[in-house]
């Protein structure tokens, strides 16, 4: 926790970035290219990882006590990737499945399918409900092969709505779709955010959850925020910048909240990405640090940003969308192995991972 803020990062993985884990060609060298850049770009000086470092295979527990160790996170959610560019989708079942084995009361699971293969997403989907139990579903816009790429869109009434479809049919109420942020050489199309509505007007009883929301089209994100009560914002990538580029992620948050006003506030959800990135400087800024001027708010009508609100947004919303209980979760990680050694106080950056002592 911070003070009493009980802290969820609504999206981590362990991505396995070797190159024996490609599946896709340049492409693949694209999406790594992209997300070790973003990684070095938006990290700051103490918690840069060299290349040579980096791209390797994540393990599970380097994610979770880079979280629960060396940050003030209570909870996360793992999500399953079906990111194709990789053989195990980057950061695949298999580590979601240890992750809910070892820690289930540390970590919450998202599954993760590929709706470009509508027989092989569904029976895997009702393979990792069986399995994982997730609580969610998380999807890219894009297929990678060798040969190419093939993307979808939310509003397709033969790929997406089957699929919603059958989440609601398996009792999974939130969609997580990747937005905003290409990865690697693919066309921009399937990244954009027109393809929303349709699908969360078609589907009242899912959430949308637009990961990496305001990292772009953040004016087409806030009008649909004030138009559709059922979509969400996820900050990861978006989180990283109050470190990089400060004033930059004050202004994303002033346009995401410029057209459904407070009420966005309630539904904007914290995420980093770990272990992309290390999750605890953006943490530590937002709470001590973020807030609209005096000149903002008289200027454009922004709302007073109250430690109320943090605390909303670094765990509130995202436990609302879920309905989940904060005492529940609380009392399920009080006294466990993670708390035992955070009592002795916050471990240096990396210091528990395979990455100790190289951070630049």
């Known amino acids: 926790m911070i003070d009493d803020v009980f802290v969820v990062d609504a999206t981590t993985h362990s991505y396995n970035y070797l190159p024996d884990n490609n599946a896709a060609g340049h492409y693949s060298e694209g999406v790594t290219n992209a997300i070790f850049g973003a990684h070095y770009a938006l990290s700051p000086a103490g918690y840069r990882i060299p290349r040579e470092h980096y791209v390797r295979d994540w393990g599970v527990d380097e994610a979770a006590s880079m979280m629960f160790l060396e940050s003030d996170y209570d909870i996360a959610c793992h999500h399953v990737l079906a990111l194709t560019a990789y053989k195990d989708g980057g950061s695949g079942l ?199 001027s005096e000149q903002q708010r008289e200027g454009e009508g922004l709302p007073e940003i109250t430690p109320a609100v943090k605390r909303a947004i670094l765990g509130q919303n995202w436990l609302s969308m879920h309905g989940l209980d904060e005492a529940v979760l609380a009392a399920g990680i009080a006294g466990d192995e993670f708390a035992i050694e955070r009592a002795r106080g916050k471990a240096d950056p990396y210091s528990t991972t395979l990455s100790k002592g190289v951070a630049e």
């Open 94 to 292: 298999a580590k979601a499945r240890e992750a809910r084995k070892r820690w289930p009361q540390r970590f919450q699971v998202y599954a993760g399918v590929d709706p470009m293969f509508p027989e092989a997403a569904v029976d895997s989907l009702e393979q990792q409900v069986e399995e994982l139990a997730p609580i969610g579903l998380k999807l890219y816009p894009n297929s990678y092969s060798a040969s190419g790429v093939r993307g979808w869109h939310m509003d397709d009434p033969e790929i997406a709505f089957p699929l919603f479809q059958k989440c609601l049919d398996l009792g999974i109420k939130v969609v997580a779709i990747h937005k905003a942020v290409p990865l690697g050489p693919v066309p921009m199309e399937h990244y954009r955010m027109d393809d929303i509505d349709a699908a969360a007007d078609a589907f009242p009883d899912l959430q949308f959850e637009v990961v990496h929301g305001g990292a772009a089209f953040v004016e087409e994100t806030a009008f649909q925020l004030a138009r559709f009560s059922n979509v969400w914002v996820n900050l990861e990538i978006t989180a990283s910048l109050a470190c990089a580029k400060p004033a930059a992620f004050v202004r994303i948050m002033a346009d995401l909240v410029s057209q459904a006003g407070p009420d966005a506030l309630q539904r904007i959800i914290w995420a980093t990405g770990a272990s992309v990135w290390h999750p605890d400087p953006p943490l530590q800024w937002f709470w001590e640090k973020f807030g609209f």
